[in-house]
């Protein structure tokens, strides 16, 4: 096995690295200053996207790029330590080009759009002329399981009608967000198979019926961007508009899941290896009861604990992305669902102890450790939550015990 990361991948993080300290970290007061008031501060995004495209950090998270499209072809497993560098500042990926739910869509489109989709909503995408969110997760049914969805997608002549209810729709709030891409029921049937129900479906956000209800606070933080209900009634739109065939949504919507998932993770572990560094700092520079913090034995276990469980989370990232690329999206499956509950319970893990070594500022705005903990908290349910991920893993393991039964007989001691 290969660790060490290739020339190309070491020379791309030096100039990341150094994009986002030259660039991007002097801005980042002002950024949190008008994220605090729910602005869009686009006057300092803009400059920064032109400047990424200057210097070819742009794209960087989509291994099938053509020739034609702008951007740089990255395998996964390139990408990854690309993303573990901008998830260090949450607002960060968009500047590349490279933040969800952009990312997801993109792939979809690139993987399922006509030719008239491509020009109208991949192309400008993919320029980062605008943005995009995916309408999934709904309030009335447990989502987790993706067949209950019920936001109902029918034919009518020329047109498809919308009707339904979805909720933390990331990015629906953004003055750049013009498309919406909807996963409803496009099979109602009594007999419908229940994994070839659904369709996903192109909708723009200024559609007339679309509302967008309300913008719904994350453990009490308001996203600019908005994590917002949305709210569909007798929305139509063209029979061109359907993403991929009528019955496709569900298997579209894991298809899409996988790369993203890994560009979560690695983004979450940029965002700990930031908590780590935070709390070695504080607990060299802070005194309780005549000594540094940092002399402190449980002080010390919490720092090596969180070292060797960021590494562990980077390995096993990197492995479920090396295979993607190997054999395929299909084949990794299991590995990312290990990956997202790693990952998730790492960040809980990490940024609890980095705000116990702060004390009271790490509850506090003046860092970003209180932040980061809520948006690991809530990883555990995005993307699917713990218990999905839990089983996934599980019926593999027992899947693998079933076709070995009677295997392990020989290593008992009894007859």
Known sequence: MEFEYSEKVKTLQDCLGNFMSRRVLPLNLEWCRRAERREHAMDLLEPLKTRAKEEWLWNLFLPGLREDEPGTRLTNLE??????????LPWAPEIFNCSAPDTGNIELLHLF???????????????????????????????????????????????????????FITGALHPNCKLVIVMGVSDEGPNANPHRRHSMILVPIDAPGLE???????????????????????????????????GQGFSMAQARLGPGRVHHCMRTIGQ??????????????????????SDFANIQDWIAYSRVEIDQARLLVLRAAWLMDAHGNAAAKTEVAAIKLVAAQLQNRVLDRAIQVFGAMGLTPDTPLAYLWTWGRAMRFFDGPDEVHLRSVARQELGKAKANRGATAAYYTVS
């Not at 700990?272 to 000594?291: D, N, V, Y």
Request: hydrophobic share 40%; with cysteine.
């Open 79 to 88: 990408y990854a330590p690309l993303a573990e560098i901008m998830g260090r």
């Open 272 to 293: 700990c290896e930031l908590a780590l560094e935070m709390m070695c700092e504080r607990a060299l520079e802070r005194k309780s009861f005549g000594k540094y913090l």
């Open 212 to 246: 967008v209800v309300r913008n719904v606070p994350i453990m009490h933080h308001y996203a600019p961007e908005g994590h917002c209900e949305l709210l569909f009634r007798n929305v139509r739109v063209p029979v061109d508009n359907i993403l991929g065939e009528e």
């Open 113 to 167: 759009a006509t030719p008239a989709q491509r020009q109208h909503w991949l192309a400008p995408l993919l320029n980062g002329e605008i943005r995009s969110c995916f309408a999934m997760s709904e309030p009335d049914v447990a989502s987790s399981d993706a067949t209950n969805i019920r936001t109902s997608i029918h034919r009518d002549g020329g047109q498809y009608v919308i009707n339904g209810r979805k909720w």
